[in-house]
């Protein structure tokens, strides 16, 4: 019973930011189950730094370890 209550939770103090980031093209895909989250971004270190930032200032219990990896594709 309690990871529905926990997405709801996460998706409520998560939307605004998301939304903002995504609508700017900063992030790309952004994929959450229940408190872990997947995210791609554009190549701004800068900005996916505030991004981080942010995630962890939504709320006291939020805290997000990235991992910075970095992957090319080439096609």
Do not use: F
């Given at each position: 019973?309690?990871?529905p209550y926990a997405n709801i939770f996460m998706h409520m103090i998560e939307k605004d930011t998301v939304q903002k980031y995504t609508?700017?093209?900063i992030?790309?895909?952004y994929k959450r189950f229940i408190d872990d989250i997947f995210?791609?971004?554009q190549?701004?270190?800068k900005s996916i730094?505030?991004?981080k930032n942010e995630l962890n200032n939504i709320h006291k219990i939020s805290n997000l370890?990235?991992?910075n990896q970095?992957?090319?594709w080439t096609f």
């Open positions: 019973m309690i990871p609508e700017n093209k992030i790309l895909l995210i791609i971004t190549r701004h270190s730094t505030t991004l370890l990235g991992l970095q992957i090319k």
